[in-house]
């Protein structure tokens, strides 16, 4: 009796942790019991439902089976931590809607310069078209993180029967290892990178790093970002994580022409991690924000980064994740309009996110959404939006050219 | 302008014998001066031709000479980046 009132997970953790640790838990009582806290003696509830008669505890073993044996107790379950999946930060962006337009990414190079990849992963296997190693002697991810990033902006979701499918997911990848396996590198490393990246011709190239402390632009990694721009390649930069504290994003996302990428939750919420500009000489940072809390996306054989799901999936937070939000939808919008340039890229993005409310060295012009891109229309605003400026007479006309629409 | 902040200046001279990963930016062809720099005890990392660098790994001493070159445009330190998650 007592074991089937006990959730699976919660018989699992029950299992894997000392007897004395204590559990999130959430009970659900019979309706004649008036209050949780009359439950077990000496624990107060974290929450009382209403809804449901249930409340939120923190027990020990010995708490979770003495209550399983009360029959005013209906079932506990473990209270899990909650994840946006790839699924619904897709939905955020609105990618699928692309999708079903007929855009996937087909034809669309993607340089990813992270930790590596693994080739073998099913949601990319067979779409890696080079690599490139500029730490260790192989460009295979010894970390996870190039792995996650890379399916995120392009995973075909082909281990989870197409749950978790990334931003463009028949797009080819392009991967340089820049980073060793403790997830750092040197600049002229991922400079390198970028090098490799141009000659490679890549629509866009994703950079899910960056060095710590304020910058203006003028380092070299920023200043060989800018030229890869020059070059026509659409550059996508993490702002940082070091929110939220103004002046916190760093080398390459103080780059003046790159697409600078905060980080927002499944709520358009700004991350409070996700660094703030404005950059050391004032500019506005981030570009824009994308999802990039709690999302689950490909995991690394024999890698353990983030926070894992499965023997194929792994759940991470941070700019990294939003930043490949942010190449997969250049991505799309390259495929569905191939005309154009890296700075109407750009502007397109942000004239088209979503304005959720925060000041713009948080949100930049927003979060993201792919489909108004598409469409060339701005984004309804959220319900109440702080003022913002409208934008200048004739660049709603401009975006509308662009698609072959509005004459 | 400069050719180095004061403070990586004063760092090179305070540890001649100290090792310094290094950007170097330059004028002319980046190649030759990656071959100048290979017949030196410096040693060249990479040569990066999209906006005329050298990243370079050298000593002090080394890279306080370097400073006196005339293809050398300005030099900084080549810092650390991290993965974002």
Known sequence: MEGEKISKALSAAMLQKPEAEVLPVIVKYRREQLAAKALVKGVAPTYQYNLIPAAAMRLNRAQISWLAEQASVEHLWLDMPVQALLDTSARIIQAPAVWQAGFRGQGMRIAILDTGIDPNHPDVAGRIAATATFVGNSYRDDNGHGTHVASIAAGNGAASRGLYVGMAPEASLYIAKVLAADGSGMMSDVMAGVEWAVEQRAHVIGLSLGSSGPCDGTDALSVTCDAAVERGVVVCVAAGNSGPGRYTVGSPGCARQVITVGASDDNDQVASFSSRGPTSDGRVKPDIVFPGVGIVAARAAGTAMGQVVDEHYTSASGTSMATPHAVGAVALLLQANPSLTPREVKELLMRTARNIGYEANAQGAGRGDVYQAYLGEPSPPSPEPPPTPEPGPGCFTTILRLFGKGN | ?85
């Open chain 2, 1 to 85: 302008m400069p050719k180095a902040d004061e403070r990586l200046i004063r760092q090179l001279e305070q540890s001649p014998a100290g090792e310094f990963h290094l950007i170097l930016r330059v004028s002319g062809d980046v190649e030759d001066v990656a071959e100048k720099l290979r017949a030196t005890p410096i040693e060249v990392r990479h040569a990066l031709r999209l906006i005329g660098a050298v990243a370079v790994r050298a000593q002090g001493k080394e890279a306080l000479r370097l400073l006196d070159e005339p293809w050398l445009v300005r030099m900084e330190e080549d810092r650390p980046v991290r993965a974002l998650a």
